[in-house]
């Protein structure tokens, strides 16, 4: 079976995305809404770490309807994640997780466990 299309569809990104920006607070909202109280809204590399090949990452997360923010040592965005998520599954203050994830101190006993 074979379907040819005589139109085109031309979206451009700047269309793509004023269609699914929202204001963040109507995001959040909606997200409490359809019953999700955990997500994270932004993360972005802010500067590089004093620990070889790790950067400095800045997360703006959702947790228990209360908007977060916390900065994470990793070397890249998916250990970012990894380092972030057993911290809020555990219901840890966001001042602890802080702490915790943007000091090197910390971060450098888990390079030295991950090298063993």
Do not use: W
């Not at 995001?27 to 019953?35: D, I, M, T, Y």
């Not at 809204?41 to 997360?59: A, F």
């Not at 994640?81 to 994830?101: C, F, H, K, W």
């Amino acid at each position: 079976m074979e379907f040819k299309f005589k139109f085109k569809l031309k979206i451009t990104m700047s269309q793509l995305k004023k269609k699914y920006q929202k204001e963040q607070s109507e995001l959040l909202r909606e997200l409490a809404s359809n019953g999700r109280n955990t997500a994270v809204l932004e993360i972005k590399v802010i500067d590089t770490s004093k620990i070889k090949g790790h950067l400095i990452y800045q997360c703006v997360y959702l947790h228990a309807n209360k908007l977060q923010e916390t900065h994470i040592i990793a070397r890249d965005i998916t250990e970012a994640m990894d380092r972030l998520e057993p911290y809020i599954q555990s219901g840890t203050a966001g001042v602890a997780i802080n702490y915790i994830l943007s000091n090197e101190r910390f971060n450098d006993v888990i390079v030295k466990k991950e090298t063993q």
